[in-house]
């Protein structure tokens, strides 16, 4: 079945830094990609995503490409801010499966 | 155009008791989709519905949940005779046809006490 795997959290940094939040996938076909980004006592929003090879989804600073040939969808930011701690879960949807599955999240911590 | 709607956003219930929660899904989605969160762990699919029909309930326990999406009014997610480890954040997802992403609801967080 389809599965992703994201890098363990926390993730701490100091603001201005430079973000990645890795994230690997296996699937059948050609899913599609989404980053979501959770805040405290909030459901999911959708921040960012990709339907295919190569395309780059980008929203509010943050960037991530669909890269078949590794079979991963890596979440960067140039400079992070306090605002953006939250926790980001990774996720695809088709490649065999109508099930969309999501990663188990990474939770990011920034510091002024 | 309000977004996908949970209520009741936090839920108490003792052990034994019934807790049914309900998800409003955006207008013009057709596709609900609910999920668990339990602390320190990510979403759980649970089940995935259409109007009127379960399509795929391969994540949901067998025994004391059910869940529904009538013609008219919310999808209902039921879970009969809680016990504790039923705690967790209960979310809520609808789309169109999923590739164009999913709207989540604030979930409904419930305690079993």
């Known amino acids: 079945g389809n599965s992703v795997t994201q890098m363990e959290g926390p993730v701490t940094l100091s603001e201005e830094a430079f973000l990645t939040i890795n994230c690997t996938y296996t699937a059948t076909g050609y899913p599609s990609l989404f980053w979501y980004v959770q805040y405290p006592g909030e459901g999911l929003q959708l921040l960012l995503k990709a339907t295919k090879a190569d395309d780059k989804g980008s929203n509010k600073g943050f960037e991530a490409t669909y890269r078949k040939e590794t079979t991963s969808f890596h979440l960067e930011k140039g400079s992070v801010q306090v605002s953006d701690s939250a926790v980001y879960f990774c996720a695809l949807e088709g490649g065999g499966s109508y099930i969309p599955t999501f990663g188990r999240g990474t939770s990011l911590i920034v510091h002024p | ?113």
């Open chain 2, 1 to 113: 155009n309000a977004g996908v709607m949970q209520n009741p956003r936090h839920l108490v219930r003792r052990r034994g008791q019934e807790a049914r929660l309900r998800c409003s899904p955006m207008k013009g989605h057709s596709h609900v989709y609910w999920y668990r969160q339990l602390p320190e762990e990510g979403l759980k699919f649970m089940v995935y519905l259409q109007k009127e029909n379960i399509i795929d309930e391969s994540g949901m326990p067998k025994e004391r949940f059910s869940a529904e999406f009538p013609k008219e009014g919310p999808s209902i997610l039921r879970i009969q005779q809680v016990v504790r480890g039923d705690s967790a954040a209960y979310f809520c997802a609808s789309s169109t046809t999923g590739t164009e992403g999913y709207t989540f609801g604030s979930g409904t967080r419930l305690t079993v006490v």
